[in-house]
Structures are given as structure tokens and as C-alpha cells.
């Protein structure tokens, strides 16, 4: 029995080795020194079994030696244990990695930045005079910005400002790549860029493709036959008889008369869809295209974040050059002189026109692989015979084209009612390819504005419209305020009836409106300016100002309104009733709008699970915002809004009777539990 206890002190003796200070030991030294004193170690030599349950226990420690350190973790305890921690972590980093594949496939695309926003629309020369020569400029634009922030818009669209005769004030382009004197130069633009983008806004500007003026360096080259320029435009022998010329068929001018204009120096006449000093370019010569593509790619470079494609379907021509069929065929050919009383068939929306298109958006694509570049396009498509037209400009499944085409159905409206309004958002709604992105508009340069159609009284009205419908409101600079043409009486000039829609904006009640302290402006300000401007709207608590900040704020928040369904409810002469609505919430918006005259509707008779009474979210005059409302007998007055506020058990785009009165743009749905958006609805 001593025996053995010799051998187990001798034993615990090797094992402890040299005296251990917490430090690991250098295994080469240790081996020198034990074969320098010509040591054996013990637990290589020993012939006698020792077990690790006979010793005494020795408790692992820092630096321990190899050799007890295995002899430790060849342990049961040890083992299972180092294997459970292996394989929860194998397994954690599995579901870790399984759950960002699915919240990354499940999750719905996050809206682009055209999308969270509306976009504000400035004609420049109108906006702010900033060097008191009477007219808009860019850096007047620039010292205003902070007005379109407090409206809760990011996103600010230009108007053209390239260096022009401005002979219509817009188009007449000289060269693409220079600015108007009349606007600033090309410092200031790159100024106002960096202003724009330091307050985390974004810039759209306008192109205009179709055609330039005949001032333009291409056309003077191709008058004269000069190398590759002589086919930049569209050229055609025409014949004289008696000194009147005769064009080369009976094409039209969007303006009126014969689109085919005589040069003498090229003897030939050239083609123009507009007005004569704006010949229309050959897109069917591919240097044009690529001429085009350059000036994009000059102003990408320098920033702009999204372009507005004006005048498209004017892009191609038919080259056979037949006479255009009438409309009232019993007329006589040669008294035919207005565009309306022709079917343009060949001037208009010709094969190649889209594929010329995807290749501007293959342009921009290369300037959108930074996150958060992503650059806009939108293309104007008006006048078109039907909506299948313009949904075409969306593109196809696979292949992009424009982000959306800008939708002016709501503005080429002649009469408001319930029944009018319904037909043209259901219109749009229903005939957008799916997954594609809306829009909406109630004014723009071209146009009569909103409260000269049809009164001040709607212009609360149309804004919650367009604010609390799905896709993107763009609003007309001066909207917001409610502004009127001006009267073509006011003006010292015979102008284009447009041209009433452009009137200064009305920023105060000083002299010509607070837009410039010039004597003379380029077209008067309104005669209400005094009561009606920026400045008297903000002390307002009723304003339509103060009720723009109001809605665009609700979208920008809350997910209802920014990615919800839109459902039909009721629509009459009067009014119109729909409701927004997320998987996920029960909290729904039921909005009402009075396009008509005071009405009351019994919304509890339509049998939807609709509740007694509803909250008031948001009301356009603002006097019983935060009551409540009986569902048997919501009463608005003339031009009046309601954002309903209730919860739903059952939400409508779940109901079987109004499978086709719901859709969305882009589906998502909300988990309360995780706060996130996932498309697994």
C-alpha cells in the first residue's frame, strides 16, 4: 500500500512538471531542457496503467503542458460538451443565415425615392427672380428650396432651361448642353445641384428629344450637306407651282398647316411636328440617337438624378410618306389644316419608337448601380388615342422602359364630379401592367390651372386626392396654395393660352408678389396676390397650404396610405368614397371627396363591416378634425375632404364582393411582431 502511494505522489510530481506562472511554456525549450538533464518523462515510460479517476484531481489551469491538457479533454465531460457548443453554433449560424434569405426574399421592394415622395414642378422662369431682371432664374430656385421641404417633398422637377429663342418658351432648344442666359450658367446649375442634393433632395429635368431649333449648329450643318450632319433631319424633295410650294403629303403641324417647311439654302423642305422653327430630328440615323444619349450622359455626369422625356410618340415618322387618313373623309383635302382632323397614323407612335426609349433607360441604367442613385425616368405621353397607349410607355415584364408615363387624365378633365374622378383613377388603376407604379397630376405648364377649370373651391379636394391615392402626386408649382391663371386681359403681349398658367409665384403681398423686385415683370403677377400668397397662408391655420403640409405629411408616414390597397366604395355625381388599406393593420382609412355639391351618404347601408362611427382624421376645412362621424350619415359640404379613420375586422381586398374594386401597386404586408414589411401575405 505504501508502494502505491509512492508511485501516485511520484506520478502527480511529473505531471506538475516545472514550477507554472499562468504562462504558456515554449515546448522547445522544455524539450532541450529534459534532453539536456537526460530526463525520462514518466508518462511516456511508465509501464504501470494509471487512470485519470485514480489520481487525485488535479483542476486544469493556464499553461497548462500538451500532455495534460489531452489527457483532460479526452474527457466524457469535456467532449460532450465542446461538441453541444459546435453544433449550436453550426446551427446558429444556419437559421441566422436562413432567416436573412427569407426576410430578404419575403420582404417587398422598399419604395425608390420617386416613389416615397411627390415631386414638385417648377417652370423656372416663373419661380423666383433672384438678379432683378424679371424673370425666374436658377438661383432663385436654389434660395427657395427650403419651401419644398417644409411641403414634405424631396423630389424637384425642372422644367427646360436649355440655352433657346424661347419662341414657345420651352422648346426651341439651341444647344443641349448650354443653359439660357435668361436662367443663369452653368456654374449656377452646378450650384443648385449641390444645393439640392445637400438637403437630401433629388433633380429631374425635362428633355426634349424630338426635335431643335433651327438656330441649332446640327440643322445649320445639315442645310448645307455637311458630312454626317446632312441626314440629322428629315429632308424631302417638294415641288412649286406658282410660286406656292407643294409638300410631299398632307401631314399636319400639332400648331396647324402643312408640317413641311421649304429652306432655300438645301432646296428641300424639312419636317416639323411643332412649329416650324423646330425641325424634328431623323431618329432613324443612329448617329442622332447617339448624339442624344451623349447629352444625357453630359447631364448625368453633372448630377441631375432623373429626366422627363417630352413629346415621344412624335419620335418616329413613317418613311412611305402617304397622306395621313381624315377623320370626316366627306371634307375637302385641301381645307384640311387642323391636327384634329387628321388620324395620324404615320406621324405618331411608330414601330422602333419604344426600342429607341429602352435604349435612353439602358443610358441611365449605367449611372444607377450606386445604391441610392438610382436615376428617374418619365416620359410625356398625353394626347394619346387610348389608355393602352400610354400604359405601353410603362414597358414590358422583362424589359424596363420608363418608371412611369406621366398621367394627365385628371387635367384634360371638362367636368368634375364623383362619376368623372372615379373613371379616370379606375382607368389608370386598372390598366397599369402589375407591379408598376401610378401617379397623378391636376396641373402642369401646358395647361389651364385646377382653380381656373373649375374654382377655388375644389383645390382642397384634388390635393387630398392626389395625396391619398397610391403612387406618386405631383404638384404644379403654386398648387399648394390654391394660385389662378392669370386673366389674358392683365397681359401688354398676345400670348399662347398656356402661357396663363405661368404667372409668378406668390410669395408675399409685396411688390409683383415677392418674385422679383424688378419694375416689370416677364408676365404680370395675379391680382389676388395680396391675399392670396406663401407668406399669408403659413399664419393660416385653415390654409390650403397648411392642409398640403397636413397630407403629405400623413403619406410620407404612415404605411397605409404609402403602400396600402386602394379599394372602390361608392362614387356618384357628387362624391367619391375609397378606402386605403395594409395587410397586417386593422386600422383602415375610408376617404370621402365632394366634387359636387353638399351631399350626405349612408356608408352603413353598403353592408362592408364598416363601424358606427369613425374618426376624423384629417378634413379639408379643418373644423371637426379629431370628432367623430355616424358611418349612417357622413355629410360633406361643396369641395369638402374626409380621411376617415376606423378599424376593419375584415378587410375589403379579403372580400369576396370586391375582388375587382381593390388593387395595388406593389403588394407588402405589415408583421406587428417583427415591425416589418413582408410580401407573404
Given at each position: 500500500?505504501?508502494?502505491?502511494?509512492?508511485?501516485?505522489?511520484?506520478?502527480?510530481?511529473?505531471?506538475?512538471?516545472?514550477?507554472?506562472?499562468?504562462?504558456?511554456?515554449?515546448?522547445?525549450?522544455?524539450?532541450?531542457?529534459?534532453?539536456?538533464?537526460?530526463?525520462?518523462?514518466?508518462?511516456?515510460?511508465?509501464?504501470?496503467?494509471?487512470?485519470?479517476?485514480?489520481?487525485?484531481?488535479?483542476?486544469?489551469?493556464?499553461?497548462?503542458?500538451?500532455?495534460?491538457?489531452?489527457?483532460?479533454?479526452?474527457?466524457?465531460?469535456?467532449k460532450v460538451t465542446r461538441e453541444i457548443l459546435f453544433w449550436l453554433i453550426?446551427?446558429?449560424?444556419?437559421?441566422?443565415?436562413?432567416?436573412?434569405?427569407?426576410?430578404?426574399?419575403?420582404?417587398?421592394?422598399?419604395?425608390?425615392?420617386?416613389?416615397?415622395?411627390?415631386?414638385?414642378?417648377?417652370?423656372?422662369?416663373?419661380?423666383?427672380?433672384?438678379?432683378?431682371?424679371?424673370?425666374?432664374?436658377?438661383?432663385?430656385?436654389?434660395?427657395?428650396?427650403?419651401?419644398?421641404?417644409?411641403?414634405?417633398?424631396?423630389?424637384?422637377?425642372?422644367?427646360?432651361?436649355?440655352?433657346?429663342?424661347?419662341?414657345?418658351?420651352?422648346?426651341?432648344?439651341?444647344?443641349?448642353?448650354?443653359?439660357?442666359?435668361?436662367?443663369?450658367?452653368?456654374?449656377?446649375?452646378?450650384?443648385?445641384?449641390?444645393?439640392?442634393?445637400?438637403?437630401?433632395?433629388?433633380?429631374?429635368?425635362?428633355?426634349?428629344?424630338?426635335?431643335?431649333?433651327?438656330?441649332?449648329?446640327?440643322?445649320?450643318?445639315?442645310?448645307?450637306?455637311?458630312?454626317?450632319?446632312?441626314?440629322?433631319?428629315?429632308?424631302?424633295?417638294?415641288?412649286?407651282?406658282?410660286?406656292?410650294?407643294?409638300?410631299?403629303?398632307?401631314?399636319?403641324?400639332?400648331?396647324?398647316?402643312?408640317?413641311?417647311?421649304?429652306?432655300?439654302?438645301?432646296?428641300?423642305?424639312?419636317?416639323?411636328?411643332?412649329?416650324?422653327?423646330?425641325?424634328?430630328?431623323?431618329?432613324?440615323?443612329?448617329?442622332?440617337?447617339?448624339?442624344?444619349?451623349?447629352?444625357?450622359?453630359?447631364?448625368?455626369?453633372?448630377?441631375?438624378?432623373?429626366?422627363?422625356?417630352?413629346?415621344?410618340?412624335?419620335?418616329?415618322?413613317?418613311?412611305?410618306?402617304?397622306?395621313?387618313?381624315?377623320?370626316?373623309?366627306?371634307?375637302?383635302?385641301?381645307?384640311?389644316?387642323?391636327?384634329?382632323?387628321?388620324?395620324?397614323?404615320?406621324?405618331?407612335?411608330?414601330?422602333?419608337?419604344?426600342?429607341?426609349?429602352?435604349?435612353?433607360?439602358?443610358?441611365?441604367?449605367?449611372?444607377?448601380?450606386?445604391?441610392?442613385?438610382?436615376?428617374?425616368?418619365?416620359?410625356?405621353?398625353?394626347?394619346?388615342?387610348?389608355?393602352?397607349?400610354?400604359?405601353?410607355?410603362?414597358?414590358?415584364?422583362?424589359?424596363?422602359?420608363?418608371?412611369?408615363?406621366?398621367?394627365?387624365?385628371?387635367?384634360?378633365?371638362?367636368?368634375?364630379?364623383?362619376?368623372?374622378?372615379?373613371?379616370?383613377?379606375?382607368?389608370?388603376?386598372?390598366?397599369?401592367?402589375?407591379?408598376?407604379?401610378?401617379?397623378?397630376?391636376?396641373?402642369?405648364?401646358?395647361?389651364?390651372?385646377?382653380?381656373?377649370?373649375?374654382?377655388?373651391?375644389?383645390?382642397?379636394?384634388?390635393?387630398?386626392?392626389?395625396?391619398?391615392?397610391?403612387?406618386?402626386?405631383?404638384?404644379?408649382?403654386?398648387?399648394?396654395?390654391?394660385?389662378?391663371?392669370?386673366?389674358?386681359?392683365?397681359?401688354?403681349?398676345?400670348?399662347?393660352?398656356?402661357?396663363?398658367?405661368?404667372?409668378?409665384?406668390?410669395?408675399?403681398?409685396?411688390?409683383?408678389?415677392?418674385?422679383?423686385?424688378?419694375?416689370?415683370?416677364?408676365?404680370?403677377?395675379?391680382?389676388?396676390?395680396?391675399?392670396?400668397?406663401?407668406?399669408?397662408?403659413?399664419?393660416?391655420?385653415?390654409?390650403?397650404?397648411?392642409?398640403?403640409?397636413?397630407?403629405?405629411?400623413?403619406?410620407?408616414?404612415?404605411?397605409?396610405?404609402?403602400r396600402g390597397w386602394l379599394c372602390y366604395i361608392w362614387h356618384d355625381a357628387?362624391?367619391?368614397?375609397?378606402?386605403?388599406?395594409?395587410?397586417?393593420?386593422?386600422?383602415?382609412?375610408?376617404?370621402?371627396?365632394?366634387?359636387?355639391?353638399?351631399?350626405?351618404?349612408?356608408?352603413?347601408?353598403?353592408?362592408?363591416?364598416?363601424?358606427?362611427?369613425?374618426?376624423?382624421?384629417?378634413?379639408?376645412?379643418?373644423?371637426?378634425?379629431?370628432?367623430?362621424?355616424?358611418?349612417?350619415?357622413?355629410?360633406?359640404?361643396?369641395?369638402?375632404?374626409?380621411?376617415?379613420?376606423?378599424?376593419?375586422?375584415?378587410?375589403?381586398?379579403?372580400?369576396?364582393?370586391?375582388?375587382?374594386?381593390?388593387?395595388?401597386?406593389?403588394?407588402?404586408?405589415?408583421?406587428?411582431?417583427?415591425?416589418?414589411?413582408?410580401?407573404?401575405?
Amino acid at each position: 500500500m505504501a508502494k502505491d502511494e509512492s508511485k501516485k505522489d511520484s506520478m502527480r510530481m511529473s505531471m506538475k512538471g516545472h514550477t507554472n506562472n499562468g504562462f504558456v511554456q515554449n515546448e522547445a525549450v522544455t524539450e532541450r531542457e529534459i534532453e539536456g538533464s537526460n530526463q525520462v518523462d514518466p508518462l511516456k515510460t511508465s509501464t504501470i496503467d494509471v487512470h485519470p479517476q485514480e489520481l487525485d484531481p488535479i483542476k486544469p489551469y493556464a499553461g497548462m503542458p500538451k500532455e495534460v491538457l489531452l489527457l483532460y479533454s479526452s474527457q466524457a465531460r469535456y467532449k460532450v460538451t465542446r461538441e453541444i457548443l459546435f453544433w449550436l453554433i453550426i446551427v446558429s449560424v444556419l437559421v441566422l443565415i436562413s432567416s436573412t434569405i427569407a426576410i430578404i426574399t419575403l420582404s417587398p421592394k422598399c419604395l425608390d425615392w420617386w416613389q416615397a415622395s411627390p415631386i414638385y414642378q417648377i417652370y423656372p422662369r416663373s419661380f423666383k427672380d433672384s438678379n432683378k431682371d424679371g424673370n425666374g432664374d436658377l438661383k432663385g430656385i436654389q434660395e427657395k428650396l427650403d419651401h419644398i421641404i417644409n411641403l414634405n417633398i424631396k423630389n424637384v422637377w425642372i422644367t427646360s432651361f436649355y440655352k433657346s429663342s424661347i419662341k414657345d418658351f420651352r422648346y426651341g432648344v439651341e444647344d443641349f448642353r448650354e443653359i439660357d442666359p435668361i436662367f443663369g450658367t452653368m456654374r449656377e446649375f452646378e450650384n443648385l445641384v449641390a444645393a439640392i442634393h445637400d438637403k437630401g433632395l433629388k433633380l429631374i429635368m425635362d428633355f426634349i428629344p424630338n426635335h431643335t431649333s433651327d438656330k441649332h449648329i446640327w440643322f445649320q450643318l445639315s442645310r448645307n450637306r455637311t458630312g454626317k450632319y446632312t441626314d440629322y433631319y428629315i429632308w424631302h424633295d417638294c415641288t412649286h407651282v406658282d410660286g406656292v410650294t407643294i409638300p410631299p403629303n398632307n401631314w399636319l403641324s400639332v400648331y396647324g398647316n402643312s408640317s413641311w417647311q421649304y429652306d432655300e439654302v438645301r432646296n428641300q423642305c424639312y419636317f416639323h411636328q411643332f412649329m416650324k422653327e423646330q425641325p424634328d430630328l431623323n431618329f432613324r440615323n443612329t448617329d442622332v440617337q447617339e448624339e442624344i444619349k451623349e447629352i444625357m450622359r453630359f447631364w448625368l455626369e453633372k448630377g441631375v438624378d432623373g429626366f422627363s422625356f417630352d413629346a415621344v410618340k412624335f419620335l418616329l415618322e413613317a418613311t412611305h410618306l402617304r397622306d395621313e387618313p381624315q377623320v370626316d373623309k366627306t371634307q375637302n383635302p385641301d381645307m384640311v389644316t387642323n391636327y384634329s382632323e387628321l388620324y395620324h397614323d404615320y406621324t405618331t407612335t411608330q414601330v422602333g419608337m419604344h426600342d429607341i426609349l429602352r435604349s435612353f433607360r439602358q443610358t441611365m441604367d449605367q449611372y444607377s448601380r450606386e445604391p441610392g442613385r438610382y436615376r428617374f425616368m418619365g416620359t410625356e405621353a398625353k394626347n394619346q388615342e387610348g389608355i393602352e397607349e400610354t400604359m405601353m410607355y410603362y414597358g414590358r415584364t422583362f424589359v424596363q422602359e420608363a418608371d412611369f408615363p406621366f398621367n394627365f387624365y385628371l387635367t384634360e378633365m371638362t367636368t368634375l364630379s364623383g362619376i368623372e374622378v372615379f373613371e379616370v383613377v379606375a382607368s389608370w388603376m386598372k390598366n397599369m401592367p402589375e407591379g408598376r407604379w401610378p401617379n397623378w397630376m391636376i396641373g402642369g405648364p401646358d395647361t389651364t390651372r385646377f382653380t381656373s377649370r373649375f374654382g377655388k373651391d375644389y383645390v382642397n379636394v384634388m390635393n387630398m386626392l392626389i395625396l391619398t391615392l397610391p403612387g406618386t402626386p405631383i404638384t404644379y408649382y403654386g398648387e399648394e396654395i390654391g394660385m389662378e391663371d392669370i386673366l389674358a386681359a392683365n397681359t401688354n403681349e398676345s400670348y399662347d393660352d398656356t402661357l396663363l398658367s405661368k404667372s409668378p409665384m406668390q410669395w408675399d403681398n409685396s411688390s409683383n408678389a415677392g418674385f422679383s423686385e424688378a419694375s416689370q415683370t416677364w408676365l404680370p403677377t395675379n391680382a389676388d396676390y395680396q391675399i392670396l400668397n406663401v407668406d399669408v397662408q403659413k399664419t393660416q391655420a385653415t390654409s390650403p397650404l397648411k392642409l398640403y403640409q397636413e397630407l403629405s405629411s400623413l403619406r410620407l408616414n404612415d404605411l397605409v396610405l404609402s403602400r396600402g390597397w386602394l379599394c372602390y366604395i361608392w362614387h356618384d355625381a357628387n362624391i367619391l368614397v375609397y378606402m386605403r388599406e395594409l395587410d397586417g393593420l386593422d386600422r383602415v382609412f375610408t376617404i370621402v371627396l365632394n366634387f359636387g355639391e353638399t351631399t350626405e351618404v349612408n356608408l352603413q347601408d353598403l353592408s362592408i363591416g364598416l363601424p358606427e362611427r369613425a374618426n376624423v382624421k384629417l378634413s379639408t376645412t379643418f373644423t371637426n378634425q379629431g370628432e367623430t362621424v355616424a358611418m349612417a350619415a357622413v355629410r360633406t359640404q361643396k369641395g369638402e375632404g374626409l380621411i376617415l379613420e376606423h378599424r376593419m375586422p375584415k378587410l375589403l381586398h379579403h372580400q369576396e364582393a370586391f375582388r375587382d374594386k381593390c388593387l395595388v401597386s406593389n403588394k407588402a404586408c405589415y408583421s406587428s411582431f417583427l415591425n416589418i414589411l413582408h410580401s407573404s401575405c
